[in-house]
Each structure stands twice: as C-alpha cells, then as structure tokens.
C-alpha cells in the first residue's frame, strides 16, 4: 500500500531588476501545502540575506491561497530584510490572497502593487 503523493513546487524564480531582487513564485505555488511552505520559508530566508541591496519585490502572481503559516515565513524575511535596512513589496495578489494581506492589516507593512514594474520601482525609490 502507497502513502499519498507529497510534491514539492520547483525553486521560485530569482531574478534582478534595476538592482532589485525579484522573487516570483510559480504555478507550482497555486496552493502551499506543508512540504512546499517549509522549502520556501528557507529558500525566502536565504534570499533575503543574500539580497544586495536589500530590496526585495515578491510576485505572488500565481498563488490563489495562503494561510498563516505563508504570513510567518513572509513575516521572518521580512524582519531579516528589514534589520539589513532592506525594502519588500509584494506584486500581483489575487483578490483573496489581497483580502487576507489587508484584514491582517499587513499591507501597512509591506505595499502592495498590481504589476512587478510597479512594485520594483516603489522599493528603488525608498
């Protein structure tokens, strides 16, 4: 008898835009189960420490839902970000995962723009 399937989504694209770490999340991120929420939370971890400059745009164009834990791992990049003097925005959110950044009044932490360009030239600026 099998146990059930775990898969875990690919790495998330890491890419520089004038001097901006850009962190987009796949399809694969469509819903974060466990497995796949532990891989990120370290890979975002290490991205932000590794960031030069600390300024950090995360696309979350493909993820339709998060829970609390995604709040924590985006919470624990943040503060290290935040402690190198780095910048975060968020781009792209879904209707529902914008809804959830706003009632948990995270968007007062981290602003929130419709497209990447947006969200990139926000953390330039300062």
Known sequence: MRGPVISVPKAPSITQD???TVIALGADYENLNESGLE???GMLLKATAQADPPL???DLSHLRFFGSGFIEALFRAWNQLNARGGRLSLCGLTAYC???VEITHLDQLWRVFPTREEAVRFVRQG
């Open 18 to 20: 004038q001097g901006v």
């Open 39 to 41: 891989a990120l939370n």
């Open 98 to 100: 914008r809804e959830v």
């Open 56 to 58: 950090i745009v995360l």
